[in-house]
């Protein structure tokens, strides 16, 4: 806490520098609604509440958290859905040798979905969206591609500290190529076209080994994680 923040102007970049004061536990309302740091006499009660996107289909309902990084809203959760947005069945895989759609479940009940399956448009809630390469580099640039300000849990390697400075809780939960692979070394993203029903080249992946958020090539005997992000910005 107590660190400086520096702007680029002409990159449109922030530079952040830790400080040494403590973290802040409490904070109070005075009675004028002023947010102070020690109890006042008058302290207001405060109600916190998480930002969720309940996400209702047909036998199915799932509450996500949501967190605004720069001006989006995206899920901090990945997606764990066994239907469409529609209510169809989405077929569940036991693995990805087969270019049909369909989920995978890996360790720790993580879901993972394959390129025909975010190909029907239809992974995410009404109103969001898998997000698009441009979308993906909006953020990645926003972050300098900073892989430790996404990555939350515990990896197998501590070479790049996960710092989830963003909130965004990038868990190191594998990926199907084929078979389920890489738990505690790496999660890996769809992306999609400016049309959600078309697969660009890259998705993205977050690693243990590497400082920066890495591309990876797409390809059909894959099954990746799913986030969402909502269709407007704030």
């Not at 990805?96 to 399956?117: D, I, L, M």
């Not at 448009?121 to 926003?142: A, M």
């Not at 390697?157 to 939960?173: C, H, I, M, Q, S």
Request: proline share 6%.
């Amino acid at each position: 806490m107590g660190g400086t923040l520096s702007w680029d102007i002409s990159s449109g970049r922030c530079t952040y520098s830790p400080g040494q004061r403590l973290p802040i536990l409490h904070f109070f309302i005075d009675y004028d609604g002023t947010i102070v740091l020690s109890s006042p006499k008058s302290a207001q009660p405060v109600v916190i509440e998480p930002l969720l996107l309940a996400d209702e289909r047909p036998n199915e309902s799932t509450e996500y958290p949501l967190i605004k990084i720069g001006t989006r809203y995206w899920m901090r959760d990945n997606l764990k859905a066994t239907r469409y947005n529609e209510g169809t069945q989405i077929p569940k895989k036991t693995d990805f040798t087969t270019e049909s759609a369909g989920y995978g479940v890996g360790a720790g009940n993580y879901y993972f979905y394959s390129e025909a399956a975010v190909k029907t448009g239809k992974l995410c809630p009404v109103g969001w969206r898998i997000p698009s390469t441009s979308q993906w580099e909006e953020l990645l640039d926003y972050l300098d591609w900073e892989a430790s300000w996404l990555k939350n849990g515990i990896w197998s390697e501590e070479r790049y500290p996960a710092t989830d400075l963003t909130g965004f809780n990038g868990l190191p939960v594998g990926m199907f190529i084929k078979t389920y692979m890489y738990q505690n070394q790496s999660v890996a993203y769809w992306s999609t076209g400016e049309a959600e029903t078309e697969i660009p080249e890259f998705s993205y992946f977050l690693m243990y080994n590497q400082r920066q958020v890495q591309e990876g090539i797409n390809r059909s005997e894959k099954g990746l994680s799913v986030r969402c992000i909502r269709n407007d910005t704030f």
